[in-house]
């Protein structure tokens, strides 16, 4: 379910190089180390994970944006929009929130999409990490099926994680709450050929992928406690139609 959306130009950021960003190859770079790599590289190749390394050091962020984010965000406001720039590359971003309920999913495990035999999926591709389904559906884009599919990656291992702020996280979002994670996200079509889909009737996959900056404690604990939370979601500007696209996908 999305809640709001906002379009942010990012000018003139105070870094002389941004904490988080998506390189030309598609890895996801914490200040100067690649940290996971997704695919495809092309429209018809199956879409993959690959975790290359743990970040050397966490990403910080200001207080005044910790504190918005753990009492949970329900509007973008223009002081939270504030509060993003720094963070990120020059560029042109949309900002959505919307609630999510994450699934954990391990490598290998039944629940495991990479192992799931779909040839939409590189055959047997171990991520090599954890990561967290949120969504997959099947619409139907003028006659033709669209199947979309979004997950949620962390950047750190789950052994890097505090326990005893996974159990306070839990406590809260058992209670109620719904605080906020902040992900860095990519949209994907892929537009496959017959012999890379199970199913005739579909026609393109969408894939988003939402690499987390903020909340890793927090979407462990929303798995485990199975209920919701919010998540703010950055994309770089992309294709025409892309909002509409990911807005009725959330729906």
């Given at each position: 379910m999305i809640f709001d959306y906002k379009y942010i130009?990012?000018?003139?950021?105070?870094?002389k190089s941004a904490v988080v960003k998506w390189t030309k190859h598609r890895n996801i770079r914490v200040y100067d180390d690649d940290?996971?790599?997704?695919?495809?590289?092309?429209?018809?190749?199956?879409?993959y994970l690959n975790k290359l390394c743990n970040p050397k050091q966490r990403i910080i962020i200001n207080e005044q944006l910790s504190s918005t984010?753990?009492?949970?965000?329900?509007?973008?406001?223009?002081?939270?929009?504030?509060?993003?720039?720094?963070?990120?590359?020059?560029?042109?971003?949309?900002?959505?929130?919307?609630?999510?309920?994450?699934?954990?999913?391990?490598?290998?495990?039944?629940?495991?999409?990479f192992s799931s035999g779909k040839k939409y999926f590189t055959c047997n591709n171990d991520p090599k990490t954890d990561y967290y389904h949120l969504r997959t559906a099947k619409q139907l884009h003028h006659d033709l099926d669209t199947l979309c599919i979004e997950l949620m990656v962390p950047l750190f291992d789950f052994r890097q994680l505090d326990p005893e702020r996974i159990k306070y996280?839990?406590?809260?979002?058992?209670?109620?709450?719904?605080?906020?994670?902040?992900?860095l996200s990519k949209f994907d079509t892929l537009f496959p050929e017959d012999d890379e889909i199970d199913d005739p009737d579909i026609m393109s996959v969408h894939f988003i992928t939402n690499c987390i900056i903020d909340g890793?404690?927090?979407?462990?604990?929303?798995?485990?406690?199975?209920?919701?939370?919010?998540?703010?979601?950055?994309?770089?500007?992309?294709?025409?139609?892309?909002?509409?696209?990911?807005?009725?996908f959330m729906q």
């Open positions: 130009p990012v000018i003139n950021s105070p870094r940290i996971l790599g997704i695919g495809p590289h092309a429209d018809h190749l199956p879409y984010l753990n009492n949970g965000i329900t509007k973008l406001d223009k002081h939270t929009l504030e509060q993003i720039p720094p963070l990120l590359p020059n560029s042109k971003y949309f900002v959505i929130l919307s609630e999510i309920t994450p699934r954990l999913c391990h490598p290998g495990d039944r629940n495991d999409i996280y839990q406590k809260c979002i058992e209670a109620g709450e719904k605080p906020t994670i902040l992900a890793h404690h927090k979407t462990y604990a929303a798995a485990l406690a199975n209920r919701p939370v919010t998540l703010l979601a950055l994309y770089e500007k992309g294709v025409d139609g892309f909002l509409e696209m990911v807005t009725d």
